[in-house]
């Protein structure tokens, strides 16, 4: 694929649309890396000399070190094996044996995700250990819940907290999954078609530190569906988020007034040092579409390619790359976010009870007590919503005498469980199913969601050491 | 949310516009087992009495045999409802005691879902097996290997057709992922805030079959991305398909003659009945493009939607059962079309030999027989291409002289090594490492696989088994 | 295309997935327009005898009125053909001559498709004249104006509602331009090839009332680009739908209380009357996902497709029908919706008021009248702002002194411009430039809405009359 | 919006976050221009005085040479006033009077992307001009004409070319209609409610050139519309392309045949010289992909915010540079490669005549000739190509006899007809009805598309030279 060396006349222009280049800065020390893995089993088998080895290792470093200059190369692989050729002279060509750059390119991507997706499993367990320990603040904030966005009934913020909480959780085990899947190695799978050599596939691997091979040498070049995974798994967990920043918007606007954000995540104006923009979370949810365009594009890129390798891949990986750093970063700025965030707990409590919001409980409440159909306490309770008033037992009993024939009063409905009813503390508290609002309750989710993240702490760290330890050592090797 | 109860004028514009009962009817008969699931834990917990269970069980019968007339309703849980109440009294509406059509609907979607995904994981499997067992045919049928669409390295069809099968095999995988995430019950969260009554959400999940609960009441009625996980499944399954649909239209053109598609997976016309048009795998290719669809339109519903549950989510359905149907039956026929193929050996062999195809390898043997670096044995070997002849010996060892300063004939490269270069039989049997194309190694793949498809197909029945033993059991409930 | 008359076996499965019928239920009647404008051209140019004609115009107009019965064919074309040679015998057949059902089914796509987006264009007209109407009422009534979902300055509701009509009639003018494109006639591309016969092709495209030929008869066939412009303005057009949307469910939450919308465009609860759910607004919101999903779906589908017609051209048009019918009925619902809206006026101005967010009118008239810079002005206000209370003229001179050095009451600012400056209807008054939210400016931009509106039913009136006249006489042909 | 005076504690991540100074890149250079204008038209309303505006354009003179140092602003609006205020005094924000970063950001936009289409409008006429005077040589090239990829009936390479062409004319309109509405000006606009200042918007209009103002100030600064459709446009434009670049991939497998890439559009592989990959055609595809990426983005971006301003817009403006550059350099890069194609011309013959693939022609000249029905003459025909052999007269007769009844040589049908429908040349010089292949009709639509090329030209240069017109009499005031 040496472009300039048998093919007539060149232009810029074509070589800018050849080049990946710039994407390219992205796997600059994977692909060191690899380049050693690699050298160290072709040693090992006898397919390079340790001198010429330790040569290339020499260049290597150098390149590691101080970097790179670009001539007229299309990609890194090129401009590394040139330096390398360069320093170390023919043999350093050597480095090549029994690979080929679609098999590199592959390594490099994977070894580049990997850890990028580490580094974001780490990020993602902070933001919901975050929202967890705010919940843990708020079992008996009563808010109003929305459905709609119209007040439903009153719940608590830990309640929607842990909502948000174990809607992130499942982003975060899709990621785990997919980790599996990247952390693959199609190392020593050549051009496709493996190579004559006799290679070790398994030792690079675990040199490396994947977990295991692409076997198939055709697929291991031609597939991407690790990338199309990894952003489909940040697509869901943008959109996640974008709920959690439209919330953050909505909820700071002067009509709602729950909450504040604090002056590090907003914007304001010289002039109007009142106005607080939400600026993070409106980035926050336009980063969303850009996510969700990057798996568009890449399914669109990928669809209907026959294999094995074809040039349309190279338009892959910037799209991952920028995903990447856009989920990692707005899962960063809202973790900061939430953890500073200031609530207005009494405009809070105050906007739960208004409404007759209380209404599906008080139904519910005569239903449960008095043994009334479930409809008929429906016409009760809307008859005595549409008056607007907060009813009396009085009143309750005179509507539930017309449209019950039997007043609740005389079944063991008293003042307390009208009380009860309407009340949004004791509401909430009264809804103390597995997943309720009652703070028993959420105290029990919150307690057990500390768990897990603790599990998922430690499962990290496990899979981030195996992976340092198998690079680390892979560092020593000359 | 009986619209027409306590509403001004109506007009079937506005109706129609509401209505969800055209997507509803792929979830009438979830819908009547989550009522008798949830009738059978209410019961149990004295929610309800014997008798009005026994009632209502007697109506979901007659409606589940004889279905159901629709009248102005706007969705099929208030169709149901009003069928019941007008056959058992008005007591036939505490079939809704402790629940909201929000957990409701949402479990009713996850339980048809499941259903496709356990049918969808079986036609997998089988085209998984159609592709291995193909290939256990054609372990020694010599192909050429592309890349770019252009003729590379020889290979097989057998390994062709694993690589197919190994990306198969990941598509499936990710289903099985996502089955788990999906079999969760978030029935009992009413409407999203829990509810007063004392009911057992861990009943109803073990009734209904579940793995386990969608704990967090918000969070059971507002999340949607157990859809958004299983469209991005089959977007990534589909782009897989997408590719071997390409390979079927391609290689099944008259120039490129390499297969045929058998009649009943192919169109002709009346009048020129040599050409046989590939209109299936078209139609593969085409579908998929239509599931990409699906998967941007519910990721850009549910982005920015703040909890819980928003009335935008019911446009979110109908595109998961679109996007099912349209995969499955992909899934479906390409299976059919794979295992009805006729290929073209004589033609693949003849293409596989031409254009000095096998001229990676015969550089690899120059290196790894007589040491001479890689970079130079290329430079001898594109030497040799140009010419665009078959190379003999004496030709080989004239320009090694000029490149390299010796000759491979006085380095133990014989004609024999020539030979085993260039036969693309004999080359392709040189690549024996893992995943390679060898015979050797694509019949340990084979093994294999067929392994692994027998694993998948056990879990899979065990996954069947314990879902119908529950429902099962919930049939024989009165 | 006959599968049945030559290929073997076959299945139901694969007849399913092959078949267009549900799809072309949208074509029947543009079919058969398009055959009796065929015969008629082939009648004149002698290449089917008026007899023949006559018999099968008998035939077409019994399928028009009785309908038609479907075996076993895959598309609406086959069927009618096999109707009429049942009817008129295998003379029947020579409807065919010189054509093909490629450019037959463009033909009637865009035919078909033209009459919606008449129709559409009307629709649109409507809602856009809804606006311009509604903000007529509307100059003076003061409302929040935002950035950010932030109060930042007052505007009023008729400068609001003008935005969005603005964006409207751009979403008509893409339209409009598009149907150029649309009304375009590929009859008689026949396969792609054109014909040996000596057909008029521009016979046929007047009688059925298109402005012009797509010329080349291989693009005739191949290009579905004017699907893609029209699913493309579609989004658009929904997108800026879903922003006046998005409005109205945040304006009509209990917290903003802006407004109300009519019963018929809301839902309630039989417990909650006091909620009113603004589910055609979410819906309105979630249909323009479905509508983004479509056109990223085409867009994937034509992606990469060699010419000329390929059977994924089938999977394309289901999209354009789905998405016309939900971006109809949302432009239909949100013009009901809104002119049935109730405002809360006095609610809308007092929050226009609030949080000084007249500010920026304060400082630019602190400039424009004593000249201080345009900073310093800034400063000013902005520690006014800080304060939260209403400043007094002795308090912006003090702090003007400290900031400005001078009073501003020296320098001609007097109590007055303080009134006028903070008052939002005079500051409203005082933004009168073009485009700008004083009421003699949208009063002006009303007037000229108003001529544009009706210029553009002047201009719809005369395409749809050049339409029908053609269809008229087309129908009146034996 | 100057974060940093009035906020607390600030920190890299976000300030990262929040910036948009990688994108400002671009608009550089239009931000300057919409300086000089706006202030010119200050000044000649006395706004500012001339002695500050010569001031400040002296600082703008001076950016635009020696470039700017970014410190910790957030924008290239921000870096540009704080430079000017450095170098002139506090005086130089008198250039923000009357107007706001919501309206100079939308304006720069519009003024950038008004000269990135102009120069696509250009490239694109080029490649159309390409395409054309291609086809001018090879109006009887035969080659096959496909439908599914299959051979159907032979063409010619003019006429293949030419549908290619009509594509890109239509992509090209589409951009002259989008350009009307993108060249329009909101500066002015200010926040979104106009400014008591009395500015001129139709002076600073004319001053940049723009074709008319977009009037309502709110909508002004709020509507990415205008993105929407030029990245719909660039959408459809590359699908197009993708369909060409498709077939460039495919005609240039060695299996096909039909046509060979010049080198600098290819690349090679040091050691396969005989492998010629289409790296530029592959490319071109899958840039295809990453255009349909950032208009699913930006829809979905902007679907949903309420209007005015939202930060979230900042997301919009990369994905329309990214999208401009890859369209931009796909058409040129395709422009280039077809102009140096070179076409296999005896293979396009030969497989135009191979499989029977005249047999349409035949079968309609014996219509035309002999009278017979249609499905009859499909019917014989269809019964010789079973036979796969080249028929003579007495074949056709003989088998005529059997299906026909009669003998179609006693009917007029001779040699010289049966040679003419199966020879492929004179099977394609009998299709000259308009939009056909014969020669006779091509050369007059290349005629006529030469026609209208020219007169695209002529706009193009009326459009350009209007706008350097007004940006040079800008440029010359001082």
Sequence with gaps: MFRNQRLGKTSQDVLDYLSSLEADKRIFKADLLVDRAHLIMLKENGLVSSKVCSDIFLELEKLEKNGYIIGNEEDVHEVIEKNVIVGAGPDGGRMHTGRSRNDEVATCIRLALRGEMLDLMHEQLSLIRTLVELAEKHTTTIIPGFTHTQHAQPTTLAHHLLAHADAAGRDLARLEDAYLRVNQSPLGAAAFASTGFKIDRQRTCNL????????????????????????????ILMVNQSRLAEELVLWSTSEFGYLELDNLYASTSSIMPQKKNPDTAELARGKTGSVLGSLMAVLSICKGLPLSYNRDLQEVTPHLWRSMDWTRSTVRILDGCVSSLKFNLERLEQCAGAGFSTATELADSLVRITGMPFRTAHLIVGRIAASGRRPDLGELDSISLEYAGFRPSEHDFSEANLERALDPRSNVALRANTGGPAPVETERMIRDRLGRIAEGEERLAGRRSRVEKALGELGKER
């Design 208 to 235: 490396l530190g994947f977990e295991g091979l692409v076997e198939n040498s055709m697929d291991a070049v031609s597939t991407r569906d690790f990338i199309l995974e990894v952003l489909a798994d940040l697509s």
